[in-house]
């Protein structure tokens, strides 16, 4: 399965390219990010290429224009989800639906320029097995935005061993054998980019710019974004796990300090310490720390619960232009 590194590099030639667009409610753009994609896949005559659009349980008219695209297009391909499952749920089961020896994964809001797909198909074929791109600069969003996105991949970097590199989200290039190393982890917690990271191999940036949404609205306020963050870090990370360890070494060496102190006092003065209001502040102290970190590993318990429960991560409701022979399950 792992391609001897040191073959020539240039040696791949494109057979085959999938491209896997996750759409929840895109009526707006999905036409239009379908027309871009075509035209800029055909500018690569010898590529055989397909779209994978994975419905997310859009609750607008995305499902009636996808049908349209694909009665119109046999390289089109759709996979209906059974409901909402959220972004990196529909990114898995699309790439569970392809088969390129390279799969792509694209938003559908044109957010991620269509022609840098053919600067990744460049890097692939050059040898790299993973190429990501790099958002240099990111237009039409919010301050907030792009600053919560900046604190993030900092905070992530920190507090885990499996470095997502700066500032790249889904938008990548990956080779047929890390798709099946990407298919082969079974967690339910699916944190794409960093399962991606983990996998290894060659993995190389793409720069682009990443430009305003064409139509429509972000379909990650803020509270699927803090989720998604949480999802992110417990999912990569046990540090948070051991901060009970450092608070508890940080608040005992104070008490030893304490007890020096009201030692001395009553050994060498004739004072004797007092003041329970240092008393209630340490309690109240402990008390709230002690709920935080039990909260903590709430978060992770809830986490294995989920995993042993061991659902099917999705469920498809309806597969549109996939031939037959292909099988058809939908647990990863
Ligand atoms: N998306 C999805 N399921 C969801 C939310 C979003 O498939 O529950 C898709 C959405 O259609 C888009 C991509 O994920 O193609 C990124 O979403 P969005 O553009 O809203 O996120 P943002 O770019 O604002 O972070
Ligand atoms: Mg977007």
């Not at 008490?255 to 004797?272: C, E, H, Q, S």
């Not at 042993?308 to 990863?332: M, Q």
Request: with cysteine; charged share 25%; net charge neutral.
């Amino acid at each position: 399965m792992i391609d001897d590194a040191s073959s020539p590099v240039g040696a791949r030639t494109v057979t085959r390219l999938s491209v896997v667009v996750p759409c929840f409610n895109e009526e707006a753009v999905i036409r239009e990010t379908h027309r871009q994609l075509v035209s800029t896949l055909e500018q690569v005559p010898e590529l055989d290429f397909e779209l994978v659009y994975v419905d997310d349980g859009s609750r607008d008219g995305t499902l009636d224009l996808l049908r349209g695209i694909q009665r119109a297009d046999s390289r089109v391909r759709v996979l209906v989800l059974s409901r909402n499952f959220g972004h990196q749920i529909a990114v898995t089961a699309g790439i569970q639906g392809t088969q390129g020896d390279a799969v792509v994964v694209i938003d559908a809001d044109l957010q991620d320029p269509p022609a840098v797909i053919l600067d990744m198909l460049d890097r692939w074929r050059k040898g790299a097995d993973v190429a990501y791109g790099v958002r240099t600069k990111r237009e039409g969003e919010t301050a907030f935005k792009r600053w919560t996105a900046w604190a993030f991949y900092r905070l992530f970097r920190r507090l885990t061993e499996t470095p997502i590199p700066l500032d790249t989200g889904d938008f990548r290039l990956m080779d047929r054998k890390v798709v099946d190393a990407f298919l082969a982890m079974p967690e339910r917690d699916r944190f794409v980019r960093g399962m991606v990271a983990w996998a290894g191999f060659r993995q190389e940036p793409v720069p682009y710019q990443r430009a305003a949404r064409a139509a429509g609205e972000t379909k990650f306020p803020l509270k699927k974004m803090l989720r998604f963050t949480a999802d992110g870090i417990l999912s990569f990370s046990i540090v948070p796990l051991r901060l009970a360890t450092w608070i508890g070494f940080f608040a005992s060496g104070l008490a030893l300090l304490g007890i020096g102190y009201a030692a001395a006092l009553r050994l060498f003065t004739d004072v004797w310490v007092t003041g329970w209001m240092v008393l209630l502040i340490a309690i109240l102290f402990l008390g709230g720390v002690q709920l935080v970190l039990i909260g903590i590993f709430g978060e992770y318990l809830g986490r294995i619960y989920g995993e042993v429960k061991r659902r099917p991560l999705y469920l498809i409701a309806e597969r549109l232009g996939f031939t037959s022979d292909r099988e058809d399950t939908a647990n990863g």
